[in-house]
């Protein structure tokens, strides 16, 4: 499964979590498992896996960076994704690495565009 990704940037930190779209298609999330911190990924690595009730998914990055930290309270409470998964259903932080090409990344609103008009987005 394919499950979309979304990233917000706050200098040279980025957050990343899965869209809207992505829990609601997989239903209940029920475990997470998060990077190390340290970790140095690459873009479209393997940075996470979210397991629902449905499937297991992996989550990649969807820049290149260091892991800076990760949302614990997802070991307790995965549902936070599920809730809130722009908010405190966040996945990982993380460093942008020089030179990475941020601006080819979609916006909210292409990424709507993207879903709402092949009417369902595959995850």
Known sequence: M?????????????????????????????????PKIGAALAAGQPAAVVESVKAASDI????????LEVNAALEADPGLVNRDPFGA???????????????TLKEAAQ?????????????
Do not use: C
Not at 28 to 34: N, P
Not at 89 to 103: C, D, K, N, S, T
Not at 111 to 123: A, D, F, Q, T
């Open 111 to 123: 990424y709507r565009e993207l879903i709402s008009g092949s009417g369902k987005y595959e995850v």
């Open 60 to 67: 990649y990055a969807p820049i290149g960076g260091a892991v």
């Open 2 to 34: 394919n499950v979309p990704e979304w990233l917000r940037l706050d200098g040279e930190t980025a957050t990343v979590g899965i869209t809207d779209h992505a829990q609601a298609e997989l239903t209940d999330i029920v475990f997470v498992e998060l």
């Open 89 to 103: 259903g966040w996945l990982f932080r993380m460093r942008v690495e020089a030179g990475e090409q941020i601006e």
